[in-house]
């Protein structure tokens, strides 16, 4: 009975192995395809990216720009996922490129630093914090925080911390885009760890105040990964070539 259900197993893994090759392998013929049809109306290639939120607010639009502008003919598709999915969907092949926040949790990639950002925190103008210049983790816990949905890298980040000091992350509100969690920080109904650019922005639109989280790990790299291989296709190494110097890759 042992021997028939280790070969069993066996047969299942294999199994499963196969239905991920086709998968992949569709995918590709399917991207061919669009290609070949984008190419004989004048569109020369097709860029897919994955990035996480706080990458597509402060890490990718200079780059985008430059990158659209030099390239007229390549489309390209942004597609905003956490930092474990972004990994993921490059690793197998439902990406092109992906900029993420660390960590690294995916050995299939190689990796390049193309920014840093910093992580501060959102209050109401006439909350208790309002008047500080800076907090720490600790003054945030005491209140109720609102942030992005589980598996999104600053909510896992702030997760392990509460962990790490032996409380709870009081999460009572977990939303899509830092522009719901503006809102609902501006309504009253708590605190925000966010960007510090998007934060920046929000102070202008939205009741509210973005004041520096004085924590080391309020800073944070943002890391471009391709799927690791001899030569990259022609659109994704130029898509490399624009954020990292041919002498650092």
Known sequence: VGLFLLLLLREVMAGRALVRHIRSLHASLYALETEVMEFSRGIKGHLRIAANSSAITEALPPHLVGFSQAHAQIR??????????????????????????????????????VGHGRLAALVPLKHPLSAREEVTFDDLLAYDLIGLHAGASAQELMREQAAARGKTLNARWQVRG????????????????????????????????????????????????????????????????????????
């Open 178 to 249: 830092f522009d719901a969690i503006a809102q609902l920080v501006e309504a009253g109904l708590g605190v925000a760890v966010l960007p510090e650019q998007p934060a920046e922005r929000f102070t202008r639109v939205f009741g509210v105040r973005s004041i520096r989280l004085e924590e080391p790990w309020a800073e944070r790299e943002y890391v471009l990964g391709v799927l690791r291989q001899q030569r990259l296709p022609t659109v994704v190494q130029r898509f490399v070539d624009t954020l990292i110097p041919r002498e650092k890759q």
């Open 76 to 113: 390209i598709s942004l597609e905003d996922l956490t930092s474990a999915e972004v990994q993921a969907a490059v690793a197998e092949g439902r990406a092109d490129v992906g900029v993420f926040t660390p960590p690294l949790v995916d050995n299939r990639l190689q990796t390049w630093v």
